[in-house]
DNA sequence: AAGACAATATCGGATGTCCCACCTCCGCCC
DNA sequence: GGGCGGAGGTGGGACATCCGATATTGTCTT
């Protein structure tokens, strides 16, 4: 089957990817579902094994499939990580010169959840303000420990937006939220302390509970700021 | 330099990757400098060039790297072009079950448009209005000769966003769009005519005009819910 | 009879090697 | 002097082979 006419196309690797994709929609399979194995792919597909899994890693990358060691290969659900991480190196790189991928990085995120609010805090429910409530407080309850915890920060972002109801959204807010923090982390030593932050997140939900989106906006535009500031010294000193 | 101890982790390959990023990162690479070949690369991480492979296609699906066939390897602008592979992906299986992955991808678009609207339109400026219009009479002409242009619908959502003067959120809203657009071909034949898009996006352009970003988004809504009611049925169908 | 431990089967993970395809550039020939 | 062609280098691809991780299964122990 293999060593066939060779195909003029520049890539062959893209056509790869998307007949795998399309071997997944033909035989309907759904998240969950484990794939055939990387031979029996191989040999179906009529490419090598060393091709076939370059494209596999890279459909894993575009978490499409999720692979597990020794065990097989399976429909994955959707996760933004591969996103996350070239995303971060983004940001990372471009600290290393003008900052203007940073920026931008950071002007996404602070767009999208600024942007995001009003209808957030329209669609928010008792059920939704309890629940961003517990993270406030659990915010409140680390600052007072002297701990900084950036899940516990993520997680109250989270909560602000699930009123949407769009996990995926979600997800992809999360992503933006840890290339902040990334960024946050690159740009250098924190200059914000956990009390600080945990006071900021009070005034958000207080905001955010007496319905007013545009104050928590203009909340939320502080820690922006702030790190803005510090990527431009940074830059500055080149 | 091969065949070292075994590191504890469960999977090289991230580690790889990583590496490479950070190999980047010491040398200060630029976006458009030229990487080592793979050769070198495969020798100074001390892997086989097959695994090296691996890391760099995935790296490059990230948008890390670009790889040109026969001539070398190089340090890439942002792109997402791998994030909306997956995702078109992702919203073709969802359509084949159902429809959730979707119906939320969709609702990412139209959230982050209507959500960035208001911003767009306050920091618009009469040049920026200008392109706009261009782009409205450009979908106009195509309507008149009875043709549907994707590039030109792109078009005017790209410059509606210009204000904002942030690239890669460009880039991100661009991905979306396209996912739109994919899971609207999808989902079926269009019904909507070239005509009525057109008229859509003249009173969108309006709207923007007058500064009425709420009335804008409005606009925008109503082709979501054509498309929303289109997988319903579409769903409902199994 | 039930649970823990060990052997094994089944995958994916990694490598080295060989050859092909493609691009660029330099030098030759017209 | 300009265009064409080949040489060299670089990525693309295919095997064959061995390593490593994981789940399962079967046996031994309690």
Do not use: C, W
Not at 4 to 11: F, P
Not at 98 to 121: F, H, K, M, S, Y
Not at 219 to 224: C, D, E, K, N, P
């Amino acid at each position: 089957m293999a060593r066939q006419a060779r195909y003029g196309a520049q890539s062959r690797l893209r056509a790869l990817q998307s007949d795998i994709m399309d071997l997944i929609l033909e035989r309907e399979l759904e998240a969950g579902d484990p794939l055939p194995t990387e031979n029996e792919l191989a040999a179906s597909l009529g490419v090598g094994r060393n091709t076939l899994r370059e494209s596999l890693k890279v459909l894993q990358a575009m978490g499409v499939i999720e692979i597990r060691h020794g065990f097989g290969m399976f429909v994955a659900p959707t996760n933004f990580d591969a996103l996350a991480e070239g995303l971060m190196f983004r940001g990372r790189l471009s600290l290393r010169q003008n900052g203007e991928d940073a920026l931008q990085l950071l002007g996404i995120r602070q767009a999208l959840e600024t942007g995001l609010l009003p209808a957030a805090v329209a669609a928010s429910t008792p059920g939704h303000l309890e629940r961003l409530a517990e993270a406030v407080e659990h915010l409140e309850q680390l600052a007072q420990a002297g701990e900084h915890s950036a899940a516990a920060d993520a997680e109250f972002h989270r909560r602000l937006f699930e009123p949407l109801g769009n996990e995926l959204l979600q997800q992809l807010l999360g992503v933006f939220g840890k290339v902040h923090r990334k960024i946050q982390l690159e740009a250098g030593p924190a200059t914000d302390d956990a009390a600080a932050v945990a006071a900021l997140h009070r005034k958000i939900y207080d905001a955010v509970a007496a319905g007013d989106a545009a104050a928590a906006g203009g909340l939320l535009a502080s820690r922006f700021e702030e790190l803005r500031a510090k990527i431009g010294a940074l830059v500055a000193g080149r």
